[in-house]
């Protein structure tokens, strides 16, 4: 498929399409044809796209997101080396959301006091 189509399906701007791709976070794209500029991407592009969309929503980093893409894509890494690479997110993953479960309650307990008197002693 084409940018354009590409763009629709993912959600995603086509500035921003290729700056994914200028930063490494989409393997780069061979144009089938030299006579124009034409990129076909693949159904494989689309799927990292929305994750990298999802994974943005969810508060993590461009480059927290190329670590991971990485560490899948490479074929340097032993499949030990995969698995323990991706054990270590999932724990980074699992600090964090213990640590927006904190802020939540943090939030709901401030929501709460809201235009009760302030009783904290000096």
Same mark, same amino acid.
């Given at each position: ?19 994914? +791709?200028?930063?490494?976070? $989409? ?7 030299? *006579?124009?500029?034409? =990129?076909?991407? !693949?159904? #494989? ?18 480059? +927290?997101?190329?670590?991971? $893409? ?7 890494? *032993?499949?030990?080396? =995969?698995?323990? !690479?991706? #054990? ?35």
């Amino acid at each position: 498929m084409r940018i354009g189509e590409l763009c629709a399906k993912a959600g995603l701007p086509r500035d921003t399409v290729r700056y994914y +791709e200028r930063q490494g976070l $989409l393997e780069k794209i061979p144009q089938p044809n030299v *006579s124009n500029n034409y =990129k076909v991407y !693949s159904a #494989v592009d689309l799927q990292r796209l929305k994750m990298i969309k999802h994974a943005k929503m969810l508060g993590f980093t461009l480059s +927290e997101i190329a670590d991971v $893409l990485a560490i899948w894509v490479d074929d340097a890494f *032993s499949v030990e080396q =995969k698995r323990a !690479s991706l #054990v270590r997110k999932l724990m980074q993953i699992e600090e964090k959301e213990r640590a927006l479960v904190a802020l939540r309650a943090g939030v709901v307990n401030a929501l709460n006091k809201i235009g009760q008197p302030c009783d904290d002693a000096f």
